[in-house]
Every structure is written in structure tokens, then in C-alpha cells.
């Protein structure tokens, strides 16, 4: 498949997912394929299934705040289908991050799904650092809502977000809003 080339940002990357909340995993694969591709989206899906703990706009807001140091990489919300994001995009690509071999079985069938979708549209799997292999949005989320400690899992920006979003859902006294390490 050749890549589409678009104008004076190059080859245009996709980086979709929930994000809900952005982890140090999700930001490993950020900066490794912003390494690779000249211009990388990543791009909020404001619609899953699951109703979301963090609304989009907030979600996008931390990753604004979290890849400022990324000068190629743009922040983006969308709705619907993927593949119709990706061609409104003009991108070829779409990033997925791979941490283990469950991944791979949905992932993969996402990929043909979505080249199925809209032709000329491939995924390329990165694998997650060994470090991050473990981390996922929803582990994040629950060991939080259990008063667990996050902050190895979750850039600071984010760990404050959850901790002010706790604070506003339960108020002062709840268990989410005990200081965490
Ligand atoms: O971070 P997630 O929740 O694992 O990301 C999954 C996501 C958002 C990338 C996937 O659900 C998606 O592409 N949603 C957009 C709607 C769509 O295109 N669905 C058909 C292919 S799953």
C-alpha cells in the first residue's frame, strides 16, 4: 500500500482510542510513532460504547497537556466510524498499540475490518515497552476507584485530573479522594 502523501505535513498517522484516561503506555506509543511518521493525530473517540469516566473534552484537554513537548503530533476528537475519520484525515495509516497477545487477536481483526471499511487504509502495530505491557485505561481506572496508587501508571497531569474528577463526583470524604502516593 503506498501512503497518502498530503501537502506540507507528509504522511498522516492516526492514533485512535478512548484514552479515558491516557496512560504512560499510551504516551510511550505516541512518542514512538511520532518518531516515525512526520505528522501523527491522535484522536479521541467521543463515542464508544462504554459510557466514559472522563468526557472527551477532558480527555482531550490532558492530551494536549501530556504531548505539548511533541512538536508534530496534533490532538484531535472525532466521531463515527474510524475509517471515515481517517479519510476526512487524509492520513493511510492507523496506529495501534499492541501489550499482549490478546491484543493482537481483536486488533487484528479490527485491521481487516477497518481495510475492509475503506481500502487503502492499514494498521501498523507497535509493541508496548516492556514497562507498560501491563498498563491499560480500565486497570487505571479501577485501582483508582479502589483508592490504589497510580502514579507509575499515569503522567501527573492526568493522576491530578482524576483526583479533582473524584473530588467533584463523591465530595471530600470519599474513598477516591484519599491522598494516593
Ligand atoms: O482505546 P480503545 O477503547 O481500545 O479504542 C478503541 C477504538 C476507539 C479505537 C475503536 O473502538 C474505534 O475505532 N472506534 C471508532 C468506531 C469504529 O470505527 N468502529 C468500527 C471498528 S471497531
Same mark, same amino acid.
Given at each position: 500500500?503506498?501512503?497518502?502523501?498530503?501537502?506540507?505535513?507528509?504522511?498522516?498517522?492516526?492514533?485512535?482510542?478512548?484514552? *479515558?484516561?491516557?496512560?504512560?503506555?499510551?504516551? /510511550?506509543? @505516541? !512518542? &514512538?510513532?511520532? #518518531?516515525?511518521?512526520?505528522?501523527?493525530?491522535?484522536?479521541?473517540?467521543?463515542?464508544?460504547?462504554?459510557?466514559?469516566?472522563?468526557?472527551?473534552?477532558?480527555?482531550?484537554?490532558?492530551?494536549?497537556?501530556?504531548?505539548?513537548?511533541?512538536?508534530?503530533?496534533?490532538? *484531535?476528537?472525532?466521531?463515527?466510524?474510524?475509517? /471515515?475519520? @481517517? !479519510? &476526512?484525515?487524509? #492520513?493511510?495509516?492507523?496506529?495501534?498499540?499492541?501489550?499482549?497477545?490478546?491484543?493482537?487477536?481483536?486488533?487484528?481483526?479490527?485491521?481487516?475490518?477497518?481495510?475492509?471499511?475503506?481500502?487503502?487504509?492499514?494498521?501498523?502495530?507497535?509493541?508496548?515497552?516492556?514497562?507498560?505491557?501491563?498498563?491499560?485505561?480500565?486497570?487505571?481506572?479501577?485501582?483508582?476507584?479502589?483508592?490504589?496508587?497510580?502514579?507509575?501508571?499515569?503522567?501527573?497531569?492526568?493522576?491530578?485530573?482524576?483526583?479533582?474528577?473524584?473530588?467533584?463526583?463523591?465530595?471530600?470524604?470519599?474513598?477516591?479522594?484519599?491522598?494516593?502516593?
Amino acid at each position: 500500500m503506498a501512503a497518502r502523501k498530503t501537502g506540507r505535513d507528509g504522511f498522516v498517522a492516526v492514533y485512535p482510542g478512548s484514552f *479515558d484516561p491516557v496512560t504512560n503506555g499510551h504516551l /510511550d506509543i @505516541v !512518542r &514512538r510513532a511520532a #518518531a516515525i511518521y512526520p505528522h501523527l493525530v491522535v484522536a479521541v473517540v467521543a463515542n464508544p460504547n462504554k459510557t466514559p469516566l472522563l468526557r472527551a473534552a477532558e480527555r482531550v484537554a490532558l492530551l494536549h497537556e501530556v504531548c505539548k513537548g511533541l512538536p508534530n503530533v496534533e490532538i *484531535d476528537c472525532f466521531e463515527g466510524l474510524l475509517v /471515515d475519520y @481517517v !479519510r &476526512r484525515r487524509k #492520513a493511510s495509516v492507523i496506529i495501534k498499540g499492541l501489550r499482549i497477545v490478546s491484543d493482537f487477536e481483536y486488533e487484528f481483526s479490527m485491521a481487516l475490518l477497518n481495510r475492509r471499511l475503506q481500502g487503502g487504509v492499514d494498521t501498523m502495530f507497535l509493541p508496548a515497552s516492556l514497562e507498560y505491557a501491563y498498563i491499560s485505561s480500565s486497570s487505571v481506572r479501577e485501582v483508582f476507584s479502589l483508592g490504589g496508587d497510580i502514579s507509575d501508571f499515569v503522567p501527573s497531569a492526568v493522576l491530578r485530573a482524576m483526583r479533582r474528577h473524584a473530588r467533584g463526583k463523591s465530595g471530600a470524604s470519599s474513598p477516591l479522594t484519599r491522598r494516593r502516593a
